[in-house]
């Protein structure tokens, strides 16, 4: 069994931070790239941000310049520090790991449950 267990977000003011966390465990034998996803009410789920297990980063437009992903691989840990949020930053956030639970297994793509992020003006 692997999770995904996210951490970190709230309710802060326009133009404030909040840094997420997540954390898999479990049956792990090796993660290549993990990632955030948000999803705001009556909308698709989106791509915030991608981190591989070499440290290259990929940023949705609407974030570069105020969102950092950054990840431990040692703790199979991954961070999204989010500043300047805006209102329309409102969602649910969601980790998730591209993963191999053994030598000779396929990769898997897990997801965590979500954190809300909600942003007033």
């Known amino acids: 069994q692997v999770q995904l267990v996210e951490s970190g977000g709230g309710l802060v003011q326009a133009g404030g931070s909040l840094r997420l966390s997540c954390v898999a465990s479990g049956s792990i034998f090796s993660i290549n790239a993990m990632g955030w996803y948000r999803q705001a009410p009556g909308k698709q789920r989106e791509l915030v941000a991608t981190?591989?297990?070499?440290?290259?980063?990929n940023y949705a437009d609407s974030v570069k310049g105020r969102f950092t992903i950054s990840r431990v691989n040692a703790n199979n840990t991954v961070y999204l520090q989010m500043s300047s949020l805006k209102p329309e930053d409102t969602a649910v956030y969601y980790c998730?790991?591209?993963?191999?639970?053994?030598?000779?297994?396929?990769?898997?793509?897990?997801w965590g449950q979500g954190t809300q992020v909600t942003v007033s003006s």
């Open positions: 981190i591989t297990s070499g440290g290259s980063t």
């Open positions: 998730n790991a591209d993963l191999r639970r053994g030598r000779w297994y396929t990769r898997e793509v897990y």
